[in-house]
């Protein structure tokens, strides 16, 4: 969330994509993480279809958003023109 919030600051489109493209990465590795942990039996069957099921959903979400910024002209506040 840290780095996505940095992104934003940034104040262009592109920045921000470049942040949430690395948030999708780091869902994907929290979901192997999990995998791993329930391999040796760490954590329980629920607890890991239960994390397994937010992180997709939060994967989808950041897909969701990037879909939306990439659709949209306007690229920030940093790339504005005065007129």
């Given amino acids: 969330m840290s780095?996505?919030?940095e992104g934003f600051k940034r104040g262009g489109t592109k920045e921000l994509l470049h942040v949430l493209?690395?948030?999708q990465g780091s869902t994907?590795?929290?979901r192997s993480l999990v995998c791993v942990?329930?391999?040796p039996l760490?954590?329980?069957k629920e607890t890991?279809?239960?994390l397994?099921?937010?992180t997709v959903a939060i994967a989808q979400q950041i897909a969701g958003l990037i879909r939306y910024l990439q659709a949209d002209p306007y690229q920030g506040p940093?790339?504005?023109?005065e007129r």
Avoid at 78 to 81: N, Y
């Fill in 3 to 5: 780095n996505i919030a």
């Fill in 21 to 23: 493209c690395i948030a």
């Fill in 28 to 30: 994907a590795e929290v």
């Fill in 37 to 39: 942990a329930a391999d």
């Fill in 42 to 44: 760490y954590i329980d």
């Fill in 48 to 50: 890991c279809a239960a």
């Fill in 52 to 54: 397994h099921t937010k």
């Fill in 78 to 81: 940093r790339h504005k023109t």
